[in-house]
C-alpha cells in the first residue's frame, strides 16, 4: 500500500514531503520522485511496550511518495497509487504572486485525472464493440453489454466534471471496474496549505470538500509546521504559547492517510516486543495472523482478542482479563478490529 503526494506548482509538495521525511531541506534531483517511510505514531503501542517490558517497540508504517510533476509521464504511478494526498495552495504564489483560487486548482487536478480515465473507457469501449461485431457467444455478449452499460454511464458523469471516486456503485459494479484502476477513483486527501491569512478559508472549504465520498481534507500550514519540527522541544513550545498557535502535526497527517488507506492496526505484547501490525480493514483473525509469520497462519488454532481500552483497564493484567472474562477465544474467521490485543495460539 502507497500513498503519493501530487500537485500543481508550488502547491508545497516539497516542503509536505520534507515534513513527512523529517528532513529540513529538499534533497534529490530536481525533478525525481522521492520516497519516505512513514511511522504511525501510536501511543498504544508505547503503552504495551511499558506494560509489558518489552526489549523492543515497532510502530506500524506507511509508504509515502512525492511525485515531481503532475503529467502524462507520472499518470502510470498516479494510477497504482492506493490514495492520493493532494496539497492546494491557499497562500499567495510566491513567484507570480497570483492569489489562491482552491476550487479552480481541485478541478484542475481532477480534470487530468478525469481525462485519463475517460480515455480507458474508451479503448475499453472499442475493445468490446470489435469482440461483439466478431461474434462473441451469447453469455459473454450479456456481460459485456452489461460492462457497456456502465462504462457508458461513467464516461456521461466523468465528462460532465464528477471522478470516479465520487460515484456510488455496487458491489458487483466495483468488481467490474476494478481493472481499469482508475485514476479518479483513487481516495483523496486534500491538504488544504494555508498561510496565516486564509485559515478561515481553508477550514470553511475543508468543511465543504469533505462530505465529498473518497474525499478527505485536513487544512494546514505546511511551512509553518515545518519550522516549528526543525525547532528544540522547549522552543517549539514557547512559540506555540505566545503565538496561540494550533499545529496539526505530522503524527496526526500520516494518521489520516493510513485511514484513507483503508488500514488499521492490531496489537501484539510481549516480553520480546511490542508492536502494532497493518491490516486491512475487514481481515480476518487466520489472515492478520499470516501477516505476522505465514507459519502462524498455516498452524492457526485461535486468538485470544482483548481490545486495547479493556486491558488498559485492567492495568495490562492479562490474568484479571481473562478472570473478568474480557480476553475472548475468538476463531479464524473473526474480523479484527483496530486496537485489537491478540495472542495468537498455533501448531508449529
Ligand atoms: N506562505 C506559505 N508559503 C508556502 C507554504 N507552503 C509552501 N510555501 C512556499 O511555496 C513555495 C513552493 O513550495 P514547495 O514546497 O517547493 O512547493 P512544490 O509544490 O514542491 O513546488 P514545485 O516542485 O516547484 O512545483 C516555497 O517558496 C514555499 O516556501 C505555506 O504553507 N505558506
Ligand atoms: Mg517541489
Redesign the pocket.
Known sequence: MIARLI????????????LLSGREK?SGK?GEKRLTVCKIADPRVTQLAEAYSSKKTTFAEIEIE?L??LSSRMLPDIKDANALIV?I???????TREKPSPERDIREIDTELILNDVKAIETRLGTIDRYIKKGAPKQEREELESEKALLARLEALLESGVPVRQIPLDKKEMQTIKNYSFASGIPVLYLL????DHKEIARTLADKLSSLAGTDTLP???????ELASLPEDERRELIDEFELEPVGVDRLIKKVYNLLGLISFLTAGEREARAWTIRTGTDALHSAGTIHKDMQKGFIRAEVISFNELASVNFDTNLAKKKGMLRLEGKDYIVKDGDVIFFRFNV
Do not use: A, Q, W
Open positions: 500537485g500543481l506548482h508550488r502547491c508545497g509538495k516539497s516542503t509536505l514531503f520534507n529538499t530536481f512525492e515531481p510533476e496539497p495552495r491557499l497562500f499567495d504564489d510566491p513567484i496549505n494555508h498561510d496565516d494546514m500550514n505546511v511551512k509553518l509546521e515545518l
